[in-house]
């Protein structure tokens, strides 16, 4: 997915038949880094993803952690969460914390000690290898953060994931040369295999004869992401 709006009206239209917003059209099947409904929006799904696709590495990450965090799902609003980006309440990992701990709660101590006023005193007297740091990132995961894969999220501050529309989504990534048809630039362009949408969605149609001798058509989408 992540693809060029008519194109996708085409393919709607004429490899499944149908009209747009059909009653009938439903995803049963997908691969995603966060959860999609059966009967999601395919539009507002498919500008998601062409945002998603076009962030950097770090970015993806960010945003990533920040929806799973505040239990974001919908299309639309992760795009309002990705135009923000800059703005997420957001704080990664030093590589060095994420390369050698492994305990969520142990990682937010670890790197929370670090900008702590107290830290160069308990340095200074010898006793950091005292310093409980996983019992600090509990209690500050129960207070004040919430920890992501990559980082951490401010539980204090939020986005608007209601601030943009769909249309006005549109229009912004059309002026800023970021639409869906956009060959985006490979140096600025994250290319991870596992968590990219494929361009192409796989389609299943199956017909059968309801009682009154009315043929019916279900269509099937699943949406799949390279492997």
Not at 30 to 50: C, G, K
Not at 134 to 162: M, P
Not at 204 to 210: I, L, N, P, W
Request: aromatic fraction near 12%.
């Amino acid at each position: 997915m992540g693809i060029e709006e008519q194109e996708l009206q085409r393919i709607l239209t004429e490899q499944l038949h149908l009209t747009e917003n059909h009653p009938d059209m439903a995803i049963f099947d997908y691969q995603a880094d966060f959860e999609i409904s059966e009967y999601e929006d395919i539009y507002e799904l498919n500008q998601a993803v062409a945002q998603l696709k076009q962030l950097p590495e770090q970015d993806y990450e960010k945003v990533m952690d920040y929806c799973d965090a505040r239990d974001i799902t919908s299309p639309l609003e992760i795009s309002n969460v990705c135009l923000q980006a800059d703005e997420v309440p957001y704080e990664r990992f030093p590589d060095w914390i994420d390369e050698n701990v492994k305990d969520p709660e142990e990682k937010l101590g670890y790197a929370l000690f670090e900008n702590n006023s107290l830290a160069p005193e308990i340095k200074a007297a010898g006793m950091e290898g005292y310093f409980d740091y996983k019992a600090y990132g509990r209690d500050e995961a129960i207070n004040s953060y919430d920890i992501g894969d990559h980082g951490f999220v401010n539980k204090r501050i939020s986005i608007d994931v209601e601030k943009y529309s769909y249309e006005e989504i549109q229009n912004q990534l059309k002026e800023n040369g970021l639409d869906e048809s956009t060959e985006y630039k490979e140096e600025n362009t994250w290319k991870s295999e596992e968590n990219f949408w494929s361009d192409e969605a796989t389609y299943e149609q199956e017909t059968y004869m309801a009682s009154d001798n009315e043929i019916i058509v279900e269509e099937d989408i699943e949406i799949t992401m390279d492997n």
